[in-house]
T-cell receptor, first 115, second 114 residues
């Protein structure tokens, strides 16, 4: 079974530029998550999708971050414009359902460096 | 709201020694608890989870954890460390609702020495 795919793996941009990350979840997984992991910290949930609807985006900085999951499969996370403090690893995860009892499977992440 | 505290950002053990990584949680409702491992430049992998069944949970790679409600703890142990166990370990908590999010601790980096 293929795991969660993410691209690119690494990205370096200058502040005020825009960037987009892509995630392809495990086939059949209805729930998709985007996490931000700053160096030395645990992952923090940015947004959770159930199929193509948003379940929780309370910690997403909506003035600069946006995410979509068209057709309930792949998802894209965008940052525009980027700030220095956005430097982090962005992890995508998926699970069969939204309940906490379902295991979340994580992709390898995209390491973003903003200079 | 839930939270997780991991005591010790770095733990060093000798190969063959006991591994003990500490996790305490705060939750107003019965929680689900998880331990994840993260190897360099990789995503997180689930080691084990507690979902209100047996309080002693066995996971992969010889790890286990015990849920102690009276101590609000979910410490991770392994009887004998191996060099391949060197990684970052995260404890996480969620509630038992139908749409729950994981709240992670800050992580503990395990170093295994010869």
């Amino acid at each position: 079974e293929a795991g969660v795919a993410q691209s690119p793996r690494y990205k370096i941009i200058e502040k005020r530029q825009s960037v987009a990350f892509w995630c392809n979840p495990i086939s059949g997984h209805a729930t998709l998550y985007w996490y931000q992991q700053i160096l030395g910290q645990g992952p923090k949930l940015l947004i959770q999708f159930q199929n193509n609807g948003v379940v929780d985006d309370s910690q997403l900085p909506k003035d600069r971050f946006s995410a979509e999951r068209l057709k309930g499969v792949d998802s894209t996370l965008k940052i525009q414009p980027a700030k220095l403090e956005d430097s982090a690893v962005y992890l995508c995860a998926s699970s069969l359902g939204p309940s906490g009892s379902y295991e979340q499977y994580f992709g390898p992440g995209t390491r973003l460096t903003v200079t | 709201a839930q939270s997780v505290t991991q005591l010790g950002s770095h733990v060093s053990v000798s190969e063959g020694a006991l591994v003990l990584l500490r996790c305490n949680y705060s939750s107003s409702v019965p929680p689900y608890l998880f331990w994840y491992v993260q190897y360099p430049n990789q995503g997180l992998q689930l080691l084990l989870k507690y979902t209100s069944a047996a309080t002693l949970v066995k996971g992969i790679n010889g790890f286990e954890a015990e849920f102690k409600k009276s101590e609000t703890s979910f410490h991770l142990t392994k009887p004998s460390a191996h060099m391949s166990d060197a990684a970052e370990y995260f404890c996480a908590v969620t509630d038992t609702g139908t749409a729950s999010k994981l709240t992670f601790g800050t992580g503990t980096r395990l170093q295994v020495t010869l």
